[in-house]
T-cell receptor, first 112, second 110 residues
Framework: DAEITQSPRHKITETGRQVTLACHQTWNHNNMFWYRQDLGHGLRLIHYSYGVHDTNKGEVSDGYSVSRSNTEDLPLTLESAASSQTSVYFC???????????FGPGTRLLVL | TQLLEQSPQFLSIQEGENLTVYCNSSSVFSSLQWYRQEPGEGPVLLVTVVTGGEVKKLKRLTFQFGDARKDSSLHITAAQTGDTGLYLCAGAPNAGKSTFGDGTTLTVKP
């Protein structure tokens, strides 16, 4: 069955370190998204991609970057982790013009 | 300013009760999605409503899209403890990117 996976599921890091969160989908979807979820803020869009080599900034993109070298993967990099980036991160994918998104299980990140 | 306003933010009820949660906006949406998220997991799609005035039923859950396509509601009949979770609405206004409401956290007590 097609799925979307994230790794690691939990991560503890220190401020200033570079961190990369992985997202892999086997739906063969062109569209992929990264969100962060914090209490009181719901899901906020960080970056998104509509296809290979396409990346776009979302509403909270500062301090984050993504790259899309193939259809299946959209890794999220925190260039220099900050305590404000402690959050739960969700990756999602969707097909074509569909607004239905399929979410991964999330990565819980703690920046000390 | 949140594009999609969900209410109430929190709801705690007894098993067997009925409830309605709301998703409102001043913008028109081509469609709205409802997701349920359980603790430690990602959101899972429940339904998509597309046509103004549309009503969709999913077992004990009834979803309605407003006539003007600016709002939606989710009604649960005879709630069960398994309905506990965070209910999120989402939509893309005017062919823009999808945006999510902050959600309604529902607790159904036995």
């Amino acid at each position: 069955d097609a799925e979307i996976t994230q790794s690691p599921r939990h991560k503890i890091t220190e401020t200033g370190r570079q961190v990369t969160l992985a997202c892999h989908q086997t739906w063969n979807h062109n569209n992929m998204f990264w969100y962060r979820q914090d209490l009181g803020h719901g899901l906020r869009l960080i970056h998104y991609s509509y296809g290979v080599h396409d990346t776009n900034k979302g509403e909270v993109s500062d301090g984050y970057s993504v790259s899309r070298s193939n259809t299946e993967d959209l890794p999220l990099t925190l260039e220099s982790a900050a305590s404000s980036q402690t959050s739960v991160y969700f990756c999602a994918s969707s097909e074509g013009q569909s607004e239905t998104q399929y979410f991964g299980p999330g990565t819980r990140l703690l920046v000390l | 300013t949140q594009l999609l306003e969900q209410s109430p933010q929190f709801l705690s009820i007894q098993e067997g009760e009925n409830l309605t949660v709301y998703c409102n906006s001043s913008s028109v949406f081509s469609s709205l999605q409802w997701y349920r998220q359980e603790p430690g997991e990602g959101p899972v799609l429940l339904v998509t409503v597309v046509t103004g005035g549309e009503v969709k039923k999913l077992k004990r859950l009834t979803f309605q899209f407003g006539d003007a396509r600016k709002d939606s509601s989710l009604h649960i009949t005879a709630a069960q403890t398994g309905d506990t979770g965070l209910y999120l609405c989402a939509g893309a206004p005017n062919a823009g990117k999808s945006t999510f409401g902050d959600g309604t956290t529902l607790t159904v007590k036995p």
